[in-house]
C-alpha cells in the first residue's frame, strides 16, 4: 500500500529539475520536437502549468510514499480541469523511481489518487501516454482506462 503526501517544496525543485529535461527528451523521441527547441518548450510549458509551484491553483502534486518501508518511491501530478464541457481531473506525471518499478506503486498510486479525485467531486481522469511507453500503457490499460484518441506517425526513408 502506498499514501500520497502533499509534494513539499524541497521535493518539488528536484522533481521539477528532472522532469523538465525528461519530457523535453520525450517529445524529441516522439518526433513532436526538435532537439534545439525541446528544453525551451519544455520549461515554457511547465511554467504555465505551475506558475507558482507546488502551491499553483487546481494542481495537484504528490510524493508516493511506501510507509510500511518508510521510503518515498516516487511522484504524482494531476490537475483539475475543464475538458470538453466538464470538470475532470487530467494526469500530467507520474514516476515511480527505477528501483522500485514493477512492485505495484504506480497502481496503488492511481488507485489513491482516484479516491483523492471522488473526494474533489470529478468523476473522470484523463491521461496522455507516450505511444513508445509501452509499460505505463499496459498499466493504464490494466487500471481500466481506454484510449480516447490515438495519434499515429510512420517514417519512410
Known amino acids: 500500500m ?7 517544496e ?8 528532472f522532469a523538465v529535461a ?4 520525450e517529445h524529441v523521441k516522439s518526433g513532436r520536437w526538435s532537439q534545439e527547441e525541446a528544453l525551451e518548450q519544455s520549461r515554457k510549458q511547465y511554467a504555465e502549468l505551475l506558475p507558482n509551484g507546488v502551491a499553483s491553483p487546481d494542481q495537484y502534486l504528490f510524493t508516493i510514499v511506501d510507509p510500511d518501508h518508510q ?10 480541469e475543464a475538458r470538453a464541457g466538464q470538470h475532470a481531473a487530467f494526469v500530467y506525471d507520474v ?3 527505477e528501483e522500485y518499478r514493477h512492485q505495484g506503486y504506480g497502481s496503488q498510486a492511481f488507485l489513491e489518487m482516484e479516491k483523492k479525485v471522488r473526494d474533489l467531486g470529478l ?3 484523463g491521461l496522455h501516454v507516450f505511444g513508445h511507453n509501452q509499460p505505463a500503457l499496459a498499466m493504464y490499460q490494466k487500471l ?9 506517425a510512420k517514417d519512410l526513408d
Open 22 to 25: 525528461d519530457y523535453a527528451q
Open 144 to 152: 481500466g482506462y481506454v484510449a480516447t484518441n490515438i495519434v499515429m
Open 71 to 80: 521510503r518515498k518511491v516516487g511522484i504524482l501530478w494531476f490537475a483539475r
Open 10 to 17: 524541497v521535493d518539488f525543485q528536484s522533481y521539477l529539475d
Open 123 to 125: 468523476s473522470r481522469i
Open 95 to 97: 514516476r515511480i523511481d
Open 2 to 8: 502506498v499514501i500520497l503526501e502533499p509534494m513539499s
